[in-house]
C-alpha cells in the first residue's frame, strides 16, 4: 500500500471512478493537458481521453452551467475551479439551478455533479487564491459541503462526492496538499458523507476543526497530552449538512468545547457548531465555548499569512483558558 499526499489522493479517486464509471467526466481550466495547477488531474487525459477530460476557458459561470447541464442529462461531472477565489462568478449557476435542480422538477432531475476547489491559504498566495468561505455554501440548502483534512479522507470523501446523486462542494486544503502522507489502498471504498471522525478519544475538553485546521488541532492535543490533558479531536469533514449528534455527544462527555477554523470568524460554520451545542448540550458545558478562528478581513499576503491562520499556540491559549473558567 503506498503513501500518498492528499493531492495524490484526490488524483488516485478520479482515476478510480472513471475507471469504473464512464458516466464521470472531468473538466475545468488547465486540468486536461497540463493536469491542474497542483497536479490533481495529472495523467487522466493520457488515460481517458479529450472526450471525458476537458480543457475550458477562464469562464468559471460556463464552467458551471455545463457540468449542471451534463449532470441533468445522466453524466456526473467533476469540475474544478483552480481555487476557490475564482468560484465567485459561479455563484449564480451553483445556487439557482444545481442547489434547486431536486426540488424545482419535484424530483425528476437529479444533479449529481462535484465543483472541486483548492481552498485556504498557506502557500503564499494572493488573496483570491487564499479564500476559505465554505459558510457561503453551506448555508444554502440542496448544497453539501465537504472539506478533507487528510490523503485518507480525500480519497474516501471524494469517491462518495462523485457518487452523490445531488450536487457537492469538495474544498481541498492546499497547505495540506503536499504535508503529509498516509497509506491509501485504491480500493474504492467510500467514507461516508455527513459524518464527523473521531481522530483522537479525550474526556477533558472537545477540540472540533475540519480542513487543514485538523493539523495544528491534533498538534495542540499532543501537546496538551504531555500536560496530562486529554482532548477529543473531532474532524467535522462535511460541514454541510453538519453531524451535529457527534460533537454533542462529545461535549456531553468532556463538557467543554474549543472550535478551530481558517475562515473568517463572523458568520462561520463555528457559529453555527456553537449556537447547536449551546442548544443541546445547555447543562452539559461546564465553560464557554471558544472559537479560534481567522479574523474578520481578507487574507493578507504572506507576511502576515501565519498570524492569521489559527496556530497551534493560540488553540491551547483557548484550551487553557476554557479549562480555567470552568
Known amino acids: ?33 497540463n493536469g491542474g495547477v497542483f497536479r490533481a488531474t495529472v495523467g487522466l487525459l493520457e488515460q481517458f481521453g479529450e472526450q471525458r477530460v476537458l480543457d475550458t476557458p477562464l469562464a468559471e459561470s460556463m464552467i458551471a452551467g455545463l457540468a449542471i447541464g451534463m449532470g441533468t442529462q445522466g453524466l456526473k461531472p467533476v469540475a474544478e475551479f483552480q481555487f476557490m477565489g475564482f468560484i465567485y462568478p459561479a455563484i449564480n449557476q451553483i ?118 485546521s485538523v493539523h495544528e488541532t491534533m498538534q495542540a492535543a499532543d501537546q496538551l497530552a504531555t500536560q496530562g490533558i486529554h482532548a477529543e479531536v473531532i474532524d467535522v469533514a462535511t460541514v454541510k449538512p453538519l453531524d451535529i449528534d457527534t460533537i454533542s455527544k462529545s461535549v456531553a462527555k468532556t463538557g467543554r468545547l474549543v472550535i478551530v477554523h481558517e475562515a473568517a470568524r463572523s458568520g462561520g460554520i463555528g457559529a453555527e457548531i456553537a449556537a447547536e451545542i449551546a442548544e443541546r448540550n445547555l447543562m452539559d458545558i461546564l465553560a464557554p465555548i471558544q472559537r479560534v478562528t481567522g479574523f474578520d478581513t481578507i487574507m493578507p499576503y504572506f507576511q502576515l499569512e501565519q498570524h492569521y491562520i489559527p496556530s497551534v499556540d493560540r488553540i491551547l491559549q483557548a484550551v487553557h483558558q476554557t479549562l480555567e473558567s470552568s
Open 95 to 212: 445556487i439557482n439551478h444545481a442547489a434547486r435542480m431536486r426540488n424545482r422538477t419535484r424530483g425528476r432531475l437529479t444533479c449529481p455533479l462535484v465543483f472541486r476547489a483548492p481552498c485556504g491559504g498557506g502557500i503564499r498566495a494572493p488573496e483570491h487564491h487564499s479564500e476559505s468561505t465554505e459558510a457561503l455554501f453551506a448555508h444554502i440548502p440542496g448544497l453539501r459541503v465537504v472539506i478533507p483534512s487528510s490523503p485518507t479522507r480525500a480519497y474516501g470523501l471524494l469517491l462518495a462526492a462523485i457518487r452523490d446523486p445531488d450536487p457537492v462542494i469538495f474544498l481541498e486544503p492546499k497547505r495540506i496538499y503536499r504535508l503529509i502522507k498516509h497509506d491509501v489502498m485504491d480500493n474504492g471504498e467510500a467514507l461516508p458523507l455527513d459524518t464527523c471522525f473521531i481522530l483522537r478519544e479525550g474526556t477533558d475538553i472537545t477540540l472540533v476543526s475540519w480542513g487543514a
Open 1 to 33: 500500500m503506498p503513501e500518498i499526499t492528499l493531492v495524490e489522493a484526490v488524483n488516485q479517486a478520479l482515476h478510480y471512478e472513471m475507471r469504473h464509471d464512464d458516466d464521470v467526466v472531468v473538466m475545468g481550466e488547465d486540468v486536461a493537458l
